[in-house]
């Protein structure tokens, strides 16, 4: 296929070349060849060549990407003759390897659950040096790109959206695993124009399965890792495409530990894949793809550094031994089998890509739950040494010591006892303890179409639409009674019933507490025009989406009991959005972008429903988020030198986040919900990514990135009691309180680190090793603060009904001063060495993270539990909290070796 640069009026001299693999001299599949940012070329299929026409007498610098292979660039001049490349040798790149070394980090469901997924999962198809860097060395510490959760970034497989409708997020659980079918991405960053979507601000991935692209062959690899997993073997096969037009691909892998770097976070997760492509002719495929990654972890628990100081970063409250063996309380299991058809058809002026999804499983969160009974926590506030000293009635040391000891004897979950406490609380065999699963039972079906349309070799059009539907069980439901007969489904702290309709006495088995059924529905449609000349290319683009929700309840709770079962009224956002962007290229080295959108987006049905779990009430007054975004861009290409220095300014406006916790407050005690609206937030910021070629060997690298992100409005705080339907007749009150505003503009968002540089150097050996190190340094972090604390109910003495004599501004504030976390310098290192024998191809990767074994805290929340200043400022007065902040600490050295033969 040739592809060309407008010349204007003068004539255009032919530029023509050949692609090798530089091991066997085969060809190379997947080539993409850019001149000036723009993709002019792709070489022929079965020869290698490739050809396209420039402006002559101009000095030229041709970009080679390929899949697997490291990228080239060669500089070039055109005169008034012809020019030929001759055999351009490409080099397989070991350090691919890394996006396997990657995902032990994401799968973490520390990173996943408690601090949202950063994305780098999304960043492993990118050559940007800035977003490798972000993903490979500061994704480690919780480094999120712009500050930007996950949801802002849509991850698509074959076209189609896999982002989850609950939070927005990308589900890599879902292909996890998969390495060697899902390496072949299309990533474009932040408002990049995509031929698949309209995206998201921080950009689209597009995952594509057809097999007709994959290396034909076999490909093994085991790792051993003391991260997540400690093991993982991996086998894939694809036959290439035949010359009846049919390829197919299966793969396969299992990762396993009993433990990963925290203690007691069980690893058990098989992965299945299996792709089938017929070509009909040159313009017909259908593609099959099937996904089936089971996975079952052990979950970990941030803590507080009362805890930390006593037990250390690797510290798990979640497990015990039962019988000799580790037990989780905390076991997360991921099942959601992928099902997807897809038709590709493409002409010369037209590309149509339609297809059909259908995925359904389960997600279980086991958890503990005690009834009239202790707190079966060993990290409970009244078994620690604080609870003492902190006490009202003053301190008491020695009762402190001897907590500390009880605690340094038994820092784990007590297994044996829960089941001894179970057979002597009740004669009856009534439960005081059981574990039970908070389990989302999905089925979404998803169809998909977007067409390309070259109106002329520099003018393109998409466009293409998307719907969604998702109907998702939601329950609890027992998993052991742990020795009892039966549970009693009653609220302990309300004393009603959960399911008034249903038995009282629940099984094995039985859903209980709650279940109620989500509906969801959403229609996007996009659309987007570009033109692309040699010296300038611009685009528009505009997307209209409507998503409704609509909850049913499937119990009736006795404490709101008119407004928990059944349908309730169905929610409804109707949206739209624009983007646009105009890219100047002063030459081949040289251009310049600007981009900016205003984007309008329904909130996360997690945020639309106060509390799904016991009636259908929704947040009030409830409105989309409006996003405004604008970034500028320069990008150098030079021989030796090439980067990105990009500034960026983002607000978002009308979020609403909804909490759950219990509040000691001003307006009275209670397990809450509390909805924070009409919030806004603020991301601001510069980033750099330089990479200088020393030599053929040696290759330097600098990166950098300053942000700041913050809190930028007073937001509305609302709480409703959770057992304010508690009442003698039983008919529910939903007890909601107004707090009113939240004083917290102007503070940091926790959001990962501000502040971010790196250093780093590489060296390739002519015979095929290498190795890298790194040298990175994280500040600007901040622990997530509490927004109940900064309300006017704070200041309230609950006793008297008045405001603290002493709570003045000088002494609130030095009370809430919000905590900043460590800075973290880390010396990251990769290698690897790859041979080619009697046709096998052989590599090996190593790689070693936080090298001098640093300990930091990446992450972190306050505590809400004390909402009043009388208590807050009680709990302080030793320097150790009770209800101090909870941090996440990082792990400390680690290590990720993996070795694979490919034949």
Do not use: C
């Not at 480690?140 to 497989?157: K, P």
């Not at 997690?606 to 988020?625: G, K």
């Amino acid at each position: 296929m040739l592809g060309s640069i407008q010349a204007s009026t003068q004539d255009k001299i032919e530029v023509r070349g050949i692609i090798s693999d530089n091991y066997d001299h085969k060809i190379v599949k997947g080539v993409k060849l850019e001149l000036l940012g723009v993709q002019v070329a792709t070489p022929d299929a079965f020869s290698g060549e490739f050809s396209f026409s420039a402006i002559p007498k101009e000095e030229y610098i041709l970009t080679i990407h390929a899949p697997d292979y490291i990228s080239k660039r060669i500089p070039f001049m055109v005169t008034d003759q012809a020019v030929n490349l001759g055999t351009i040798f490409l080099e397989r790149d070991i350090a691919y390897e890394k996006s396997d070394n990657l995902i032990t980090l994401t799968d973490s469901d520390l990173l996943e659950d408690e601090m949202s997924s950063i994305t780098s999962g999304m960043l492993q198809a990118s050559k940007d040096v800035f977003l490798n860097r972000a993903a490979f060395d500061f994704g480690q510490a919780f480094f999120r790109v712009r500050g930007y959760g996950s949801e802002n970034g849509l991850v698509l497989i074959n076209g189609i959206p896999m982002n989850k409708m609950i939070n927005g997020r990308p589900q890599w659980n879902n292909w996890g695993g998969l390495n060697d079918v899902t390496r072949n991405q299309e990533f474009t960053h932040g408002l990049q124009l995509s031929d698949h979507s309209f995206g998201g601000i921080l950009g689209v991935t597009n995952i594509n399965t057809r097999p007709s692209g994959f290396r034909k062959g076999i490909r093994i690899s085991s790792s051993a890792s003391n991260r997540t997993y400690a093991g993982r073997l991996m086998a894939t096969l694809s036959s290439g495409r035949g010359q009846n037009g049919l390829s197919y691909s299966i793969s396969a892998s299992r990762r396993w530990a009993e433990e990963g770097y925290i203690q007691g976070t069980l690893y058990d997760a098989y992965s299945l894949f299996g792709a089938v492509e017929y070509a009909v002719d040159t313009k017909h495929s259908f593609l099959l793809t099937t996904l089936m990654t089971p996975n079952r972890r052990g979950r970990s628990s941030a803590i507080t550094e009362e805890v930390f100081n006593v037990m250390g970063k690797t510290y798990n409250p979640y497990w015990g031994k039962q019988n000799g063996e580790i037990r989780n309380a905390r076991e997360r299991k991921v099942a959601e089998p992928i099902l997807m058809l897809n038709h590709f058809y493409s002409s010369h002026k037209l590309d149509v890509t339609t297809g059909i999804s259908y995925q359904f499983g389960t997600d279980a969160r086991s958890r503990m739950g005690y009834y009239n009974a202790p707190n079966p926590d060993p990290t409970y506030y009244r078994y620690l040494p604080s609870f003492y000293i902190n006490s009202p009635i003053g301190a008491n040391f020695v009762s402190a010591n001897m907590a500390k000891d009880g605690f340094l004897d038994n820092p784990q979950l007590n297994w044996n006892r829960l089941y001894q406490a179970n057979s002597t609380a009740s004669m009856e065999g009534k439960a005081a303890y059981l574990l039970y699963d908070d389990t989302s039972e999905d089925s979404q079906l998803s169809v998909n179409s977007v067409g390309n349309y070259r109106i002329s070799p520099w003018i393109k059009l998409d466009f293409g639409g998307t719907y969604r539907n998702l109907e998702s069980d939601n329950y609890a439901q027992i998993k052991d009674l742990l020795g009892s007969v039966f549970h009693e489904d009653i609220d302990p702290f309300s004393n009603t019933e959960n399911d008034v309709e249903g038995s009282l006495k629940k099984g094995d088995g039985d859903k209980f507490n709650y279940a109620y059924k989500m509906k969801s529905n959403i229609w996007d449609l996009f659309s987007q025009f570009s033109v692309t000349k040699s010296r300038w290319e611009g685009f528009v683009a505009a997307n209209y989406s409507t998503t409704s929700y609509q909850r049913e309840g499937l119990f009736r709770n006795q404490r709101f009991y008119d407004n928990s079962l059944g349908e309730g009224s169905k929610v409804e956002f109707f949206n739209f959005g624009t983007k646009g962007g105009f890219t100047y290229k002063f030459n081949g080295r040289h251009r310049v972008a600007l981009e900016g959108a205003y984007i309008m987006k329904a909130p996360v049905y997690q945020n639309v429903f106060i509390n799904p779990r016991e009636n259908n009430e929704v947040v009030p007054d409830l409105q989309s988020e409006k996003i405004t975004t604008v970034a500028i861009n320069y990008y150098l290409r030079m021989p030796k030198l090439t980067g990105r220095v990009t500034g960026f300014y983002t607000r978002f406006q009308n979020t609403t986040d909804i909490n759950f916790f219990f509040v000691d407050a001003g307006v009275g005690s209670d397990f809450v919900q509390e909805v924070v609206s009409d919030l806004d937030k603020l991301h601001m910021g510069t980033e750099l990514g330089l990479e200088y070629q020393v030599s053929s060997s040696v290759k330097l690298s600098g990166v950098a990135a300053v942000g700041k992100y913050s809190y930028a409005s007073d937001p509305f705080v609302t709480i409703n009691f959770d057992t304010a339907g508690a009442e003698e007749d039983m008919i529910n009150s939903l007890g909601t309180s107004i707090l009113g505003v939240s004083k917290i503009k102007g503070q940091k968002l926790s959001q990962g680190p501000q502040l971010a540089y790196a250093l780093g150097v590489e060296y390739r050996d002519p015979k095929y090793w290498w190795i890298g190190a790194t040298t990175n340094y994280l500040g600007n972090n901040y622990a997530g603060i509490s927004t109940i604390t900064r309300t006017a109910s704070f200041y309230i003495d609950p006793e008297t009904g008045n405001p603290f004599p002493n709570a003045t501004e000088e002494n609130v504030q030095q009370l809430l001063q919000q905590h900043e976390l460590d800075d973290m310098y880390l010396l990251n290192m990769v290698g690897g060495k790859s041979w080619l024998k009697g046709g096998k191809y052989i590599s090996a990767f190593v790689s070693v993270n936080n090298i001098f074994d640093a300990v930091y805290r990446t992450g972190g929340y306050e505590q809400s539990r004390n909402g009043n200043f009388g208590q807050l400022q009680q709990d302080n007065l030793s320097g150790s909290p009770s209800f101090a902040p909870k941090y996440w600490y990082s792990y400390g050295r680690t290590y990720f070796i993996n070795l694979a033969v490919s034949f």
